[in-house]
């Protein structure tokens, strides 16, 4: 449905043809402290990060100011990131109703529903969308995985114990449905299908990252 939005960076200026693509949320929303910004983007560690940032006095805000030298920004892994998104989608959904989830998740043509559509809400939308209109070369790219937030805040300066909230959270409801998921995806032969929907936005970007730490 969402494949044909294509990510370019024009004139150094990242770019994503957008259209009637609308989620009420704003590209660029993040945190800044001085002259550095931490973009967020949805099921990226936002939570966990943000929430320290706030406790250190970074300041929120819906664009960047025009002073940022620095854009720290992580980045997923389009189909890891697809199916916690739709494990988190599918929970907010149903208030986490275990039973109905678990009778969909048995639904192959439910499945094959959620993968044909493919971006439902922020935590399925393509980062690049959250990239729109920052400057590349002021762009610092991290790979999220499990010590991609200890990285950040080595390099911010941030010394502070923390709780990975989401990661809590994901070793109940949401973890099960995301395993549970991934099986299905796999059985029907449908993760070429989820990948599709960002080949001509994230995964250009992940081709053209050459900073990622």
Known sequence: MYRDYKF???KNICSFNVKNFDLGHHPGTGYFKDNNYFLLISKNASTTVRNVLAEQNWHY???P???VEKFYVIVREPYDRWLSGMAEFLCNGFKNNQTEIDSLMDNDSFIRMLVEIGIFDGHTAPQTWYLNSLPMDRLFFYKFNNSVVDRLFKDLNIFVNYEDQKRSELLGEQHNIKNKLEYKVKKL???DNIIEHYRF?????LTKIQNLS
């Open 8 to 10: 370019e960076i024009i």
């Open 65 to 67: 100011p025009i002073d």
């Open 61 to 63: 805000c819906i664009r």
């Open 189 to 191: 032969g449908l993760t």
């Open 201 to 205: 936005n994230d995964l250009i970007l």
